[in-house]
Nanobody
Framework: QLQASGGGQAQAGGSLRLSCLVS????????IGWFRQAPGKEREEVSC????????RYADSVKGRFTISRDNAKNMAYLQILSLKPEDAAVYYCAASNIGCGYHMHLWGKGTLVTVSS
């Protein structure tokens, strides 16, 4: 089971750190992806980190502003968001794949809402 948290309202240019807790299993078994869905838009992957943590990838729209990380000892993954933009407003979800990034994410958590005020 996955649980995303850390969303909230922030000003444009501000920062947030989203957290993803893995419970009932072991984070080390999974690649973790962060996705977001804004109203009226399709869900998109914003970032993913490999099982080992050695490989990460980002959507072009967030490169240089978002940083994904993981702490297997705490069963937690994170998404650090800097320089928030209004277009970052969305519900953010974390998801897990026991194969790797780019593969089917078979575990999904409930989302956390990020709103951005200008």
């Amino acid at each position: 089971q996955l649980q995303a948290s850390g969303g909230g309202q922030a000003q444009a240019g501000g920062s947030l750190r989203l957290s993803c807790l893995v419970s009932g299993s072991t984070l080390a078994y999974y690649a973790i992806g962060w996705f977001r869905q804004a109203p009226g838009k399709e869900r998109e992957e914003v970032s993913c980190i490999s099982l080992s943590g050695a490989s990460t990838r980002y959507a072009d729209s967030v490169k240089g502003r978002f940083t994904i990380s993981r702490d297997n000892a705490k069963n937690m993954a994170y998404l650090q968001i800097l320089s928030l933009k209004p277009e970052d407003a969305a519900v953010y979800y974390c998801a897990a794949s026991n194969i790797g990034c780019g593969y089917h994410m078979h575990l999904w958590g409930k989302g956390t809402l990020v709103t951005v005020s200008s």
